[in-house]
């Protein structure tokens, strides 16, 4: 059997928060190094609180669980938790959604900044003993004339909008939560996903992967966005057609796109996106900072402690166990 609370994979210098606080409650801590599904299921058999950073829960996984066990997600999303499998079992879901929120948005800010003024065309150029700004920049839209849409319209996609606001961009938003007549201090204009793609200079994903948006931008997308246009995303992997992505660059239908964030992680080493051009990729970084690690694992060493005390979840996974979230609210 595994210990009272399992920690299935951490990229962190250390969980002695965690460690102390279950410690500190009588329970048995194991951090672990899981890599596949089968590891999880493996690891978290018999736990009463389950930890997860990358690895993936499956059905499998939650059904080894203690009963009425808690799963806790070190971060924003929880695509890789199966959250069906735990509300057949009643097994509490957590995560903490609103830890990096500055982080994502100044990260996206950078990226969609730096596409939109070339710097990396630029720099590439003059260390290849070019120097011609106009020819590496044109076509190059004043800031004032560009628009930046947003594939959802959510807490970090505003806090975006405001790092951008001083620049003078014209934004636009598809989110069916979106209501324009509302306090938008921003002037951000509500369109629809055909209205979004086709007019927008950058378009920036900030949708969750539900059955709507997964694969959303695809070939078709791609062939009807201007030429002269980009995609940032920062959001999630499964939003983007990858395949489609690699083809559109190769092929010059869009102009650039900068991604933190993919199918698979770490990126596959045949992934087409490692060789198509005008692409910048980082590692699932955006949500980093000093302060928010700190503040992602205080958090979470917080939700140890609801759980093993029998405590309502700070910020429960929406669908999680309907009746206790609704209490939690």
Not at 246 to 271: C, H, K, M, R, Y
Request: aromatic content about 6%; proline content about 5%.
């Amino acid at each position: 059997m595994s210990a009272d609370v399992v920690i299935t994979d951490a990229t962190f210098p250390d969980v002695e928060r965690e460690r102390a606080v279950a410690e500190a409650l009588g329970a048995s801590f194991e951090l672990c190094d899981c890599r596949t599904p089968e590891d999880v299921a493996a690891a978290v058999k018999g736990a009463k609180v389950a930890v997860v950073q990358f690895a993936e829960l499956n059905a499998e996984a939650v059904e080894g669980l203690a009963p009425d066990a808690t799963v806790i997600r070190y971060g924003v999303g929880y695509n890789n938790l199966d959250v069906a499998a735990m509300n057949k079992r009643n097994i509490q879901g957590v995560y903490v959604p609103d830890y990096c929120t500055s982080e994502v948005a100044d990260h996206t800010a950078a990226m969609i900044l730096a596409k939109l003024r070339k710097l990396e065309a630029f720099d590439t150029s003059v260390r290849a003993g070019d120097w011609a700004a106009v020819k590496i920049a044109k076509p190059m839209k004043a800031f004032g004339n560009t628009k930046i849409g947003f594939f959802g319209f959510g807490r970090i996609a505003q806090a975006v909008a405001e790092r951008l606001a001083p620049f003078g961009f014209q934004f636009l938003a598809t989110d069916p939560m979106f209501d324009e007549a509302k306090n938008n201090p921003l002037k951000v204009k509500g369109v629809s996903f055909e209205e979004l793609i086709c007019e927008s200079d950058c378009i920036s994903l900030h949708a969750p992967a539900t059955r709507d948006t997964i694969g959303r931008m695809n070939a078709d997308a791609f062939a009807k966005m201007k030429s002269t246009s980009y995609v940032v995303n920062s959001a999630r992997g499964d939003l983007i057609d990858e395949t489609a992505l690699a083809t559109a660059l190769t092929n010059g239908e869009i102009a650039g796109a900068s991604v933190d964030v993919f199918l698979q992680e770490p990126l596959a080493a045949d992934s087409p996106l490692r060789s198509a051009p005008n692409l910048t990729m980082s590692p699932h970084a955006a949500w980093y900072s000093d302060v928010a690690v700190e503040s992602l694992q205080s958090l979470v060493a917080d939700e140890i402690t609801r759980a093993l005390t029998g405590k309502s979840a700070r910020r429960p996974i929406p669908g999680s166990k309907p009746t206790e979230i609704q209490e939690a609210l």
